[in-house]
Structure formats: structure tokens, C-alpha cells
């Protein structure tokens, strides 16, 4: 009888957890480069040009939820890729270390890639990889 409670508790939870996962993809996306500036990759050193593709392909996404935005062509959209995949992560962020899977995003005309973790509604840009170095196709 005692397990019953427990029951209970794990059924609401794993609900609660599911509905909070819906409410996200229905939100639009928020972006942040509060971990960007931590290496050379950062957004401080990156063209004129760089910043502008990235601010459109920002506007682009804004217009979009999470759900649209996930059911977009990955060349539009997004990909998970392994960490182990990477040849390096200069700057990694403490808070992103134990995770295992990095969060990409195509930037259009073949200028770069923003790089970083998508946590709820927010993107963290980490990396700006224009010489697309950072990881193997």
C-alpha cells in the first residue's frame, strides 16, 4: 500500500514533465550570447557581415516556435551533435560541461554556424564557427 502514494507522485511528475515540454514548443525562441565573448569564436570577434547574417537568421527563427522551427529542413532548423564529435570547444561554458550533445544552427550564403545549448525557449550561442572547423561533416 505504501507504494501507491509513490505511484501517484511518478504519474504527476512524468504528466507535469510532458506538459511543460509541450508549452515549450509552443513558444518562440529567445537567444542569448551571455557565453559568447569566452574565446575567439565569440560574437566581439566576428565580421560586420557575420553579425548580420546571424541577426537576420535571429529574426527569421523569432517568427517561428520551437515546434515549427524543429519541423523546419535541418539547413533551416537545427542539429544535435555529439560533443565527442568536436575538435575542440575553447571557452566551454561550466554550466554546459556534462552535457553530451551541442546544439547547432546553419547560418544562410554557407557564412558559418552558431554553436551552442538550447535550454527550455532559449538558445545559448557559445561559438561563431565561420571557417567551419570546429567539428567534421
Not at 545559448?124 to 564557427?129: S, T, Y
Request: aromatic share 14%.
Amino acid at each position: 500500500m505504501a507504494s501507491k502514494p509513490k505511484d501517484k507522485f511518478f504519474k504527476k511528475h512524468v504528466k507535469d514533465q510532458a506538459e511543460a515540454k509541450k508549452a515549450v514548443n509552443n513558444r518562440y525562441p529567445k537567444f542569448s550570447f551571455e557565453f559568447c565573448f569566452g574565446s575567439k569564436r565569440g560574437i566581439n570577434h566576428a565580421s560586420v557581415n557575420t553579425k548580420k547574417v546571424t541577426l537576420e537568421k535571429m529574426i527569421l527563427l523569432s517568427q517561428n516556435t520551437w515546434h515549427e522551427i524543429k519541423e523546419l529542413p535541418r539547413e533551416q532548423s537545427f542539429e544535435k551533435i555529439k560533443k565527442s564529435s568536436f575538435n575542440s570547444l575553447p571557452g566551454l561554458p561550466d554550466k554546459f560541461k556534462g552535457i553530451e550533445k551541442i546544439d547547432v544552427f546553419r547560418l544562410p550564403s554557407k557564412v558559418g554556424r552558431l554553436i551552442g545549448y538550447i535550454e527550455e525557449d532559449t538558445f545559448f550561442v557559445v561559438w561563431i564557427d565561420t571557417k567551419f572547423d570546429m567539428y567534421d561533416h
